[in-house]
């Protein structure tokens, strides 16, 4: 049987890189995730996987780091909290450009600023609509539980490796803190150097082999029929991944006639409200994206003409809800509710909100 | 006599490193990258390591350095090659990795990551061009821009109230005790040049034997941001750079 621990959220996203065989993680501490770090050198991967794990100057550095590693074919990933986040988005846009495959994890507090170091979503904006300069997206995955924390590294890997691209892991400093049990998976081996020079060849600077010409990995392109190729080939990807990847979670959608749509954290409150609701006999149900991009848009058109409208809570001022309101193009009501400051809504505050507004 | 009777093995008194490639620079006359290029190449052929070095350019001139030779690359967003150098050689133990930055790139946006890899000691070469401008940019001052040197954002000279002080970085990386081997040469002649070409062979050398970072400043001259003709520029070089920038080793464990 499957061995089971008791953790919190940012320890599992650590003991979730070994598992995975994650080759590398640069870091620099900030809170409220500085334990996936700590975790990784009480557990001395090195010893063990090989993997490599570096305590960097600065979020800079380490997202360049990231970017030096997945240059080379390997399993790189760094961690950070909001601030942190932005100085790695010039970065992430070098990555996105280059078409590197690499995870990122915000454990989200509150902004704009040095803000707090309590939970917030104010930086959905940030992880799903670019945060880094130019035409480019990433897969974010938001995880409600610690064990989806442990999970969502090794889906994160290998989603970035299928399309090339970084996948974010958006959650927030609740999530992170949060101790739940937790599922192990078996260690899965790390790739060797011939495997990776097999397998990424093609592309990956892993020493130029006498078979093949010198690789560079650049997202330079000044010849203009070349960079707007290039520009063309990741949108071609991006609507693939809208096709392909889009995950979510519903709970008594079926009849429901007011929706809710949350994601990570909030999520697990909305997911009380909905019970109570439904015990009170309103036809309340649950959306939650586990993909933020790419967005559940059909998933939301297709419950629409069932809906009298939707809320869309949140611990931010209202970013995800302009996606919903992209989404139902105007024809149903869709609201917000949002709390801010590391303040969480109660289960019953949700539902108070969701019938001023729309029940009645 | 015809050529066909010239070119014969035993004529051949030079030939170009199969490491470069056949990609015309996009260099001015009289830069000093391209020498260094050609140094860099002949020491990887030498050494014949050419499956096992990968090179991180920067942003600056030197971005396209991927472009004139037959190894992997990375290129580096502007200052943070020692970064992705510093991931690349622990991902990699064995392959050689280095670093070819210029002055802005190095001893500006990138004065942490450079001195956080050399403090780490990471086993990885540092080429530093030092121009003492900024070259794709049009000419800018660089913070190892000498005083009273005119530049488009110092027309009147740099002024040290105004604009600080030339930055001695390397002095400052010779310091540090991760480092094992900091040199400044220069490439203005053959004989100069045989010596940086030496220096870069200790480099990868060092590499080899995991003895640390080592730091290769190559002091040059760039004829477009200065001004000048070539032979104006390395003369106005000898007379001004060197003075401030010494040549000579500055630490060799």
């Not at chain 1, 959905?124 to 409600?144: C, N, R, S, T, W």
């Not at chain 1, 309101?325 to 949002?338: A, N, Q």
């Not at chain 2, 004065?111 to 956080?116: D, G, L, S």
Request: net charge negative.
């Amino acid at each position: 049987m499957a061995e089971k621990v008791l953790k919190k959220g940012n320890e599992v996203i650590a003991l979730g890189a070994i598992h995975c065989g994650c080759d590398g993680y640069f870091g620099y501490p900030i809170t409220p995730q500085s334990e996936v770090m700590e975790t990784l050198m009480e557990e001395k991967p090195w010893e063990t996987t090989g993997m490599v794990v570096l305590q960097a100057e600065s979020e800079i550095a380490s997202v360049n780091m990231v970017y030096g590693g997945a240059c080379c074919g390997k399993k790189v990933m760094t961690s950070s909290s909001s601030p942190g986040l932005s100085l790695m988005c010039e970065g992430l846009s070098y990555l996105a450009g280059s078409e590197l495959p690499c995870v990122l994890v915000n454990v989200v507090r509150g902004g704009p600023g040095l803000g707090t170091i309590q939970p917030s979503q104010g930086d959905y904006f940030q992880a799903v609509k670019g945060g880094g300069h130019g035409d480019y997206k990433i897969i974010v995955l938001a995880p409600f539980s610690a064990q989806e924390m442990y999970d969502f590294v090794g889906t994160g890997f290998d989603l970035a490796f299928q399309y090339r691209m970084p996948v974010m892991i958006l959650t927030d400093g609740m999530i992170g803190q949060m101790m739940e049990k937790v599922e192990l998976r078996p260690q899965q081996p790390r790739l060797s150097d011939n495997e990776i020079a097999k397998r990424y060849g093609s592309w990956a600077t892993t020493g130029k082999t006498p078979d093949r010409k010198g690789n560079t990995v650049t997202s330079l392109a000044l010849d203009p029929k070349v960079h707007e190729t290039l520009n063309h080939r990741l949108q071609a990807k991006y609507r693939e991944i809208e096709e392909k990847e889009v995950r979510f979670e519903t709970l008594y959608c079926k009849d429901a006639e007011y929706l809710l749509v949350a994601y990570g954290s909030m999520a697990r409150i909305c997911e009380s409200t909905v019970e109570s609701a439904r015990a009170q006999g309103l036809k309340v149900g649950l959306l939650r994206p586990i993909t933020l991009f790419p967005f559940p848009v059909k998933e939301i058109q297709r419950l629409m003409p069932q809906l009298k409208g939707i809320l869309s809570v949140e611990l931010s001022t209202g970013q995800m809800v302009e996606d919903i309101r992209l989404s139902v193009e105007g024809k149903i009501p869709v609201d917000f509710y949002g709390r801010l400051g590391g303040v969480i809504p109660t289960p019953e505050e949700v539902l108070e909100v969701c019938m001023s507004h729309y029940i009645k | 006599m015809d050529l066909k009777d010239i070119i014969k093995p035993e004529n051949l008194v030079y030939k170009r490193t199969k490491v470069l490639t056949d990609n015309v620079m996009h260099y001015c006359p009289g830069c000093s990258h391209g020498t260094v290029h050609k140094l860099i190449a002949e020491v990887i052929e030498e050494m014949d390591i050419q499956d096992k070095t990968i090179g991180i350019s920067p942003v600056g001139c030197a971005v396209f350095a991927y472009n004139y030779m037959h190894i992997d690359w990375q290129q580096a967003a502007h200052g943070r090659a020692p970064a992705l150098a510093t991931a690349t050689k622990r991902l990699y133990p064995d392959k050689y990795i280095f670093t070819y930055q210029g002055d802005g790139d190095l001893a500006s946006i990138g004065t942490a990551e450079i001195m956080h890899a050399c403090n780490r000691g990471e086993n990885i070469v540092v080429i530093f061009i030092n121009n003492a401008i900024y070259g794709m940019t049009g000419g800018q001052m660089a913070p190892t821009t000498l005083l009273g040197m005119v530049t488009s954002t110092t027309p009147y000279g740099r002024q040290a109230d105004i604009n600080g002080y030339p930055l001695k970085i390397t002095e400052l990386i010779a310091q540090l005790e991760g480092t094992c081997y900091v040199t400044r040469q220069s490439v203005q002649n053959a004989a100069a040049a045989r010596k940086t070409k030496k220096a870069i062979r200790k480099a990868f050398e060092n590499s080899k034997q995991m003895k640390g970072t080592s730091f290769v400043e190559v002091v040059s001259s760039c004829s477009s941001g200065w001004k000048l003709t070539p032979t104006q520029a390395n003369e106005w070089m000898e007379e001004n750079m060197f003075p401030f920038y010494p040549l000579g080793d500055l630490k060799d464990i």
